[in-house]
């Protein structure tokens, strides 16, 4: 028996502005988290290509890789992904230290990313004395503090409760808007979604329906003909 070809993107084409906040949106299993990792560079595709900022992603090397990672992209996931040994200020302060930056220099733009994310209290904390909603500000402060083109976000809130979820929301959208980054979002979640400019539904790896955002309302922009 040969091996059976799962397809899990087919035939994208999809431009995502600089500055924009883009949700991909779909079920488990659409294909949507698939989407973010390659234009993360995170995965390479079999065929096409990703340009980010005039670079084809999908041509660079593991190397190249994480150099524009480092210097263009910030990532918020669901788990929190903090390391227990290390502080707030710690945690977040550790991508400065892959660019160099002096010691100094990097604990000042991390206690002003904490106070950002109204930690201004937690720096000294490690993750097992924080909760869930806690960690997670201090994984958004990490993901912003290199100030990166663009931020994604993967189901971002999962582990929250709802009013927690509308809080680190609220706190993801604003600070993407002040630092004029490109914001990507998976989720599953209607509510996330309309934190969105745009609203791209992925089902079966495919691009279904595309929406835009205006005064609280959906207006679509493109549908998918079977």
Request: proline share 4%; with cysteine.
């Amino acid at each position: 028996m040969g091996k059976e070809k799962i397809v899990a993107l087919d035939n994208l084409d999809l431009e995502i502005e600089e500055g924009e906040i883009c949700c991909l949106f779909g079920t488990s299993g659409s294909g949507k988290s698939t989407l973010l990792n390659m234009l993360a560079g995170l995965e390479k595709p079999t065929r096409g290509t990703i340009k980010i900022k005039n670079k084809r992603v999908e041509m660079l090397n593991e190397t190249q890789l994480a150099t524009f990672r480092q210097k263009y992209i910030g990532f918020v996931f669901q788990s929190y992904n903090l390391i227990p040994s290390l502080t707030a200020l710690e945690n977040v302060s550790l991508p400065l230290i892959f660019q160099g930056m002096p010691k100094v220099k990097r604990d000042k733009r991390a206690k002003e990313m904490l106070k950002a994310v109204g930690l201004e209290k937690r720096l000294h904390h490690k993750p097992k004395e924080m909760s869930g909603g806690q960690q997670q500000r201090v994984s958004i402060a990490r993901a912003f503090v290199n100030r990166p083109k663009i931020l994604f976000a993967d189901e971002p809130t999962g582990n929250l409760d709802t009013h927690t979820t509308l809080e680190v929301m609220d706190m993801i959208r604003d600070m993407a808007k002040k630092y004029n980054q490109t914001l990507i979002i998976v989720s599953h979640d209607p509510e996330i979604a309309d934190y969105a400019d745009r609203i791209i539904t992925v089902i079966d790896g495919n691009i279904h329906k595309i929406e835009l955002k205006k005064e609280n309302e959906r207006e679509v922009i493109y549908e998918r003909k079977e």
